[in-house]
């Protein structure tokens, strides 16, 4: 704001003054108008009641289908710590408003002009961030309508949760730039789907569409189950990605606040260790929610067989 008041007071726009009307004027004048109408990248909004505590995080660069370029990481740092300071905010819905993409990735217009260490410098960067968004003590959806290539599907993969559309495309290419996923991709995929499927996909850089991306994974057996994971959650028809995300934050945000805190963190946690270690995260995470009001109002609300207020104390 202080640059465009730099030069509007240059064109003699503010405080009363005029400039001649000369062509320099006027661009300068155009250029601030321009600024002023741009769009953040990224777009923080709370939701209203009844929907208090659901917070989207929408992507804004549509003259780049959503590239992460140096202004769309810093957007997407101020928002990821903006969420996180915020007591109120219960589940965040990342999405697009720009039609037909998540996220197309890297800018590599941008790219192109970094030297190494630069690259070096904003890769690590985009890592720390998506570590940072997927640390996020509350539940985070992604909401994938499109393409989600290269860094936005590790974006998508450092979610919580992912619901697709029938039109959604997802690909990490990064081979066939001579490069390998650096923000993420090559660890939490294969978590995902397993090390073999993994390999499959970041080796050829091929593109999957929704159908796949929901039935492949790996194959946990447990006893006479066969569980299968997927890279997304639900895969519903195109254009209906939100409804279905929002209707799974909203039986989310009906929840004990403090509860789906401590189950994040238990889960998060008791996955990267055994499972006696597991069980120890566990038993931390259960002594946090033994005693709070929110478990004697949920035993109280059973009894008198009426739903639950929940203070998050």
Known sequence: MRILRGILAVSGHLAGRRAPANNAHLALFSRALQILAQ??????????????????????RPEARNAIGREMLQGLRSAIEKVKADAT????????????????????????LMSPCEVREF???????????????????????????GGGLELALSCDLRICGENATFSLPETGLAIIPGAGGTQRLPRIVGKSRAKELIFTGRRF?????????????????????GVVNYCVPAGEAYKRALELAQEINQKGPLAIRMAKKAINQGMEVDLSA????????????????DRLEGLAAFAEKRKPVYTGK
């Not at 769009?39 to 804004?60: C, F, N, T, Y």
């Not at 890769?123 to 290539?149: D, M």
């Not at 796949?212 to 447990?222: C, P, Q």
């Open 39 to 60: 769009q953040e990248p990224v777009r923080l909004q709370k939701l209203s009641a009844p929907d208090s505590g659901i917070v989207e995080m929408r992507l804004e």
């Open 89 to 112: 905010a219960k589940v965040v819905l990342l999405a697009s408003s720009v039609p037909k993409v998540f996220c197309a990735g890297a800018d590599l217009k941008e790219r192109r």
């Open 123 to 149: 890769v690590n960067s985009l890592r720390s961030t998506f570590l940072s968004f997927e640390a996020l003590s509350i539940p985070t959806i992604a909401i994938v309508e499109g393409a989600a290539f």
């Open 209 to 229: 569409d929704a159908v796949e991306a929901v039935t492949m994974g790996k194959k946990n057996h447990y006893d006479m189950y066969v569980f299968i994971a």
């Open 278 to 293: 597991g069980l120890a995260v566990e038993e931390e995470c259960y002594e946090q929610v033994l005693h709070t009001q």
